[in-house]
């Protein structure tokens, strides 16, 4: 039943970006992946399991598109620094990774909890793996880092804390000019803008600045004394 797990799932994220997790109906994710009922709680066992099955992939689908670009044919530090950027880049459309990578969870996310001690396992295998409850931040940062093999752990730590501290600072708020004489109007500094209480989006999303990706990169290419050859 893969097919109709991942179907699930797909419709769960895809209610989150209209309703808080408290207003989703088991009910109405059922019918919008198209499966009965008695499928969604033979899959999940229940509205707690749905949640701690959407963030472990959420984590699982992040971490296996950190390997994916730690792999690609480039010098380490540039797959490094391509991390940075990716953690950036789909935090930011993601809340279900921010929460994931930052700790910062809020009423309009499932926040799960393990699974009950005690508790019957689960019969599908993926679900008594999601019942274990999703990684903490520090975990994983932990199960990045680990990617990135030994000798570039240090670098990929330095390179994944950078990402994230851009993670957490809040952007600049939207500066508006004042209208012209003529009745025309500034466009606001740096950004187009956005309706009240709102960050303005940028024209085009550049996460992490060249002079940050460049500092990542020159870091991670420099020699040092160290038997393992690893940034102090």
């Known amino acids: 039943m893969a097919n109709a797990r991942d179907a699930l799932l797909d419709a769960a994220l895809a209610a989150l970006t209209h309703r808080p997790w408290s207003a989703i109906r088991m009910a109405d994710v059922a019918a919008a992946a198209r499966v009965s009922r008695?499928?969604?709680?033979?899959?999940?066992?229940?509205?707690?399991?749905?949640?701690?099955?959407?963030?472990?992939?959420?984590?699982?689908?992040?971490?296996?598109g950190v390997r994916t670009l730690l792999a690609a044919p480039a010098p380490p530090g540039h797959n490094i620094a391509a991390v940075a950027e990716w953690i950036v880049t789909r935090a930011a459309v993601r809340p279900l990774l921010r929460a994931l990578l930052t700790g910062a969870w809020n009423e309009r996310l499932p926040e799960p909890r393990p699974a009950r001690p005690g508790a019957r396992p689960a019969p599908v295998p993926a679900q008594r793996r999601a019942d274990a409850g999703p990684p903490a931040p520090g975990e994983l940062v932990a199960q990045t880092v680990a990617c990135a093999?030994?000798?570039?752990?240090?670098?990929?730590?330095?390179?994944?804390?950078?990402?994230?501290?851009?993670?957490?600072?809040?952007?600049?708020?939207?500066?508006?000019?004042?209208?012209?004489?003529?009745?025309?109007?500034h466009e606001p500094e740096g950004a187009h803008a956005a309706p009240e209480g709102q960050w303005a989006e940028p024209e085009s999303w550049s996460p992490m600045t060249p002079a940050i990706t460049r500092l990542i990169e020159t870091i991670l290419s420099v020699e040092t004394t160290s038997p393992r050859k690893t940034i102090p």
């Open 38 to 64: 008695q499928t969604l709680y033979n899959e999940f066992g229940s509205k707690e399991g749905l949640a701690r099955a959407l963030v472990r992939r959420e984590a699982d689908t992040y971490l296996q």
């Open 149 to 185: 093999g030994e000798r570039w752990a240090a670098g990929c730590e330095l390179a994944v804390r950078l990402a994230l501290s851009h993670v957490v600072a809040p952007p600049p708020p939207v500066t508006l000019r004042p209208p012209e004489p003529d009745g025309g109007h």
